[in-house]
């Protein structure tokens, strides 16, 4: 078994190992217990130094990276959108750099732009974690994703995982294909076909367009929620009609397995791909996602700066 992760950064899951996937996975859950103490802290990371550059909104990734370095007893440094001198016309590598003259260890990036990660990596000494780029990726959500899932059904491989939603501009859609593809996962998507890209076959992948149809194949539904923010352009007719083809609802949900597993990475749009309901009801795992994720981020952190 793999003890380390021999890489300075993590932008993606298309480019990790399996054994690399299984390292993370499992110091996550050694570490998942740190959250469950009274006092919720371990020394592991003292000294060390987290800049948080987040230059596109964020709620969940933003609090989880920040808590799972203060859970490690590492510092931390938040950058915003809002707050950094990019808004008076500073590059993103100059503030990149001028944080690392502060001596950080690692910056934790999500940027609107795709690729963005992979540039600062490519120019900084300190590690690179990619929080989301764009529609490319979003690596430690397809973790905490593939960590649910194995916590609750026991297993990756032969597990069919359905997607459904906004697959042309959704970063957690990719990382999760990659991800779970590579685990021994079958995975399918089913969404309108303006929301499908044109290269998805060949990440091996079966398309549904017609979610009755995609629904009794499924042991887990991952609803993405429609990303209106990165199409420039409404790809469907309307928000009713998409409603009526796709939500999640407790009635459309009979035609899944008893057991179903649904998730959502957040943000979600209650009742527009996803009724509150099915949102809150049994099958439900999000909650379950956003513990997970913190864990996931403790096992980034420690693994990429303690085993420099």
């Known amino acids: ?40 802290k371990v020394p ?7 800049a948080n550059l987040f230059l596109e909104p964020s709620t969940r990734t933003s609090s989880s990276f920040d808590l ?20 008076k016309g500073e590059t993103l590598l100059d503030t990149a750099r001028n944080l690392e003259a502060m001596r950080i260890d690692a910056a934790v990036v999500r940027h609107s732009s795709a690729g963005a990660a992979h540039f600062l990596a490519q120019r900084l000494k300190a590690s690179v974690i990619n929080a989301g780029d764009g529609s490319h990726e979003h690596p430690t959500q ?23 939603g906004d697959i042309a501009h959704s970063r957690v859609a990719r990382s999760n294909i ?13 969404a309108p076909p303006t929301f499908i890209p044109y290269y998805i076959e060949r990440l091996g992948v079966k398309i549904f367009y017609n979610l ?48 179903v597993l649904i998730m959502h990475p957040g943000p979600i749009n209650r009742g527009v791909e996803l009724d509150p309901d099915v949102a809150d009801g049994i099958s439900s795992v999000i909650l379950e996602q956003v513990t997970n994720g913190l864990a996931i981020r403790m096992a980034i952190l420690y693994l990429l700066i303690t085993h420099k």
């Open 142 to 164: 397809g973790l905490l994703d593939m960590l649910t899932i194995r916590e609750k059904l026991k297993r990756l491989e032969n597990i069919n995982v359905l997607i459904v």
């Open 68 to 87: 799972a370095a203060k859970r490690l007893s590492a510092d931390t440094v938040t950058v915003s959108s809002s707050s950094s001198s990019i808004l």
């Open 1 to 40: 078994m793999r003890k380390k992760l021999h890489r300075k950064d993590l932008l993606g899951l298309e480019d990790i190992s399996v054994e690399e996937i299984e390292l993370i996975l499992n110091t996550a859950v050694s570490l998942k217990e740190i959250s469950e103490r009274p006092i919720k």
């Open 178 to 190: 990659f991800g779970l593809k590579k685990m021994g996962a079958n995975v399918s998507i089913c």
């Open 44 to 50: 592991t990371l003292r000294g060390k130094t987290i």
């Open 212 to 259: 009755n149809e995609a629904l009794p194949h499924a042991d887990v539904i991952n609803v993405l929620r429609i990303q209106l923010e990165r199409q420039g352009k409404e790809l469907f007719p309307s928000i009713r009609e998409y409603k009526e083809l796709y939500r999640i609802t407790k009635d459309r949900l009979q035609l899944a397995k008893s057991d």
